[in-house]
């Protein structure tokens, strides 16, 4: 009995080995992926934030494995659209009435950072008051905007692969584009995990290279992207533009950029779609 029992333990063993090969192992969650856009500002066609933030969702859920969340009119009123998110992306205006430094925000998002969880701020989300704000991002991010010491002129401006080699850089080459650079960010001096994505020579007058997007891994394990345009909605409509962010969001969310870069297909509709009525 004994020896027909051990029989039927194995034979038991080598059926469940059998149907786990076949069904395989269970899909992981897909990343979620939290993007805040922020309220309307500026004239048509800038700062078009949830416009913006729509159509780059549109493009990271053309990727496999992500969950793509847009959060309208700035931070959200329930702390739980956090919850389980793999990366958070700030789209909004900043300064000394950014949205990030209101109330308790700092520090619910400083726990969320702690658990490794994803960071990317575009264009005026990177402004933060330097006593509020700024040594946070210095951590989770890499580096914030700070006035008066940085600057932000708009320019025309050829813009520079710096770091082909790093997973963001897939699928997308320098490119041109009229936009409100900001440049003269404030960085951590010698900072042995800062990349600089992409490079432009500024200012016109005086030029030398300038980060305008980077990239970081922080010692919690998570990451953190910068990136200093996203002025004018049009801009969504460079393909190399668009691919270059969509790569650092999945990025941040440890979701895996293809050997050619991230999909990120839209049509002249997409960039129409969702404007704020200015």
């Known amino acids: 009995m004994a020896r027909e029992r051990a029989q039927v333990s194995k034979a038991a063993r080598l059926i469940a080995l059998l149907l786990a090969a076949c069904w395989g192992a269970p899909a992981a969650p897909p990343a979620k992926i939290v993007l805040v856009a922020g309220q309307p500002s500026h004239a048509p066609g800038e700062h078009e934030f949830h416009a913006g933030s729509m159509l780059l969702a549109k493009c990271l859920r053309q990727n496999p494995g992500v969950d793509a969340i847009v959060v309208q009119g700035g931070w959200p009123a329930d702390d739980s659209l956090f919850e ?25 998002l400083g726990k969320l950072m702690k658990r ?28 914030f ?8 002129p708009v320019n025309d401006l ?3 692969q710096d770091a082909p080699a790093h997973p963001i850089s897939r699928g997308w080459d320098g490119f041109r584009s009229t936009d409100e650079w900001y440049y003269r960010i404030v960085f951590r001096k010698d900072d042995k995990r800062l990349v600089p994505i992409l490079t432009a020579m500024l200012p016109k007058d005086a030029p030398q290279p300038e980060t305008v997007a980077w990239a970081v891994e ?16 049009r801009n969504w409509g460079l393909e190399d533009q668009r691919r270059m962010v969509v790569n650092a969001i999945l990025w941040t969310a440890k979701v895996e950029i293809p050997a050619g870069g991230a999909k990120c297909d839209i049509t002249p509709d997409d960039l129409k779609a969702n404007l704020d009525p200015k």
Request: proline share 4%; hydrophobic share 30%.
């Open 218 to 233: 922080r010692a919690d394990g998570g990451r953190g992207f910068g990136f200093t345009g996203g002025h004018y909605h």
């Open 84 to 108: 389980g998110a793999s990366s958070i992306v700030l789209y909004m205006d900043g300064g000394e009435d950014h949205p990030l430094a209101a109330g308790d925000h700092l520090a619910k």
């Open 145 to 152: 905007y700070r006035r008066p010491y940085s600057q932000n």
């Open 158 to 160: 050829e813009l520079t």
């Open 116 to 143: 490794g969880v994803g960071l990317a701020c575009l264009h005026y989300a990177l402004e933060v008051p330097g006593d509020h704000g700024g040594m946070e991002l210095l951590d989770w991010i890499g580096g």
